[in-house]
């Protein structure tokens, strides 16, 4: 075993009995890049180029529509078994299981299209519930903005920096 994997796997040796914190706060969880090895954009055109090649022409004219609706319309073919393939960072869903299996509340977050997230979430039974405020804006047609120029100025957003912020640093202290 290369010295880098034993101190990753020590790293991750503390964990087994459960994290630190009571239950009552939640575990989240990034999808794209954390949950999932990959981003989840970068799979669902993958799926689109596979499935509808013939329309990729298209995807120039939805990036000038906004990143939301690129997200959207590639979401858009991707099927309940298209993300069981997803790659998964299996260290990362085992303690997402165990603190299910505690008690603990897990929660996905991610940018990643509204149909993503609640195949992902229907494949994975640990997580209860998913956050995408900004898509969810976004397909409701409240959204105008970039949604990171949105994020940046938004007032529940900005609340949910905050607390994702205290909970960070109650986390580490």
């Not at 209860?128 to 409240?142: K, N, V």
Request: glycine fraction near 6%; charged fraction near 25%.
């Amino acid at each position: 075993m290369r010295n880098a994997e034993a101190s990753a796997l020590g790293e991750l040796a503390p964990v087994a009995e459960g994290l630190s914190l009571g239950i009552e706060f939640p575990l989240v969880v990034d999808l794209d890049g954390t949950l999932i090895a990959t981003d989840a954009l970068h799979e669902s055109l993958l799926f689109f180029l596979k499935r509808q090649g013939m329309t990729s022409w298209k995807i120039p004219f939805w990036i000038l529509s906004g990143r939301a609706k690129v997200k959207n319309r590639l979401a858009a073919v991707v099927t309940e078994e298209d993300v069981a393939t997803f790659p998964i960072n299996d260290e990362l869903l085992a303690v997402a299981e165990r603190e299910a299996k505690r008690g603990r509340r897990v929660v996905l977050a991610t940018a990643a299209d509204l149909s993503i997230a609640e195949k992902v979430q229907r494949r994975f039974p640990c997580i209860f519930l998913w956050l995408a405020r900004i898509w969810l804006l976004c397909h409701r047609g409240e959204l105008h903005d970039d949604p990171v120029a949105f994020a940046l100025k938004d007032g529940p957003s900005l609340i949910y920096r905050a607390l994702m912020a205290a909970m960070f640093g109650a986390a580490i202290s």
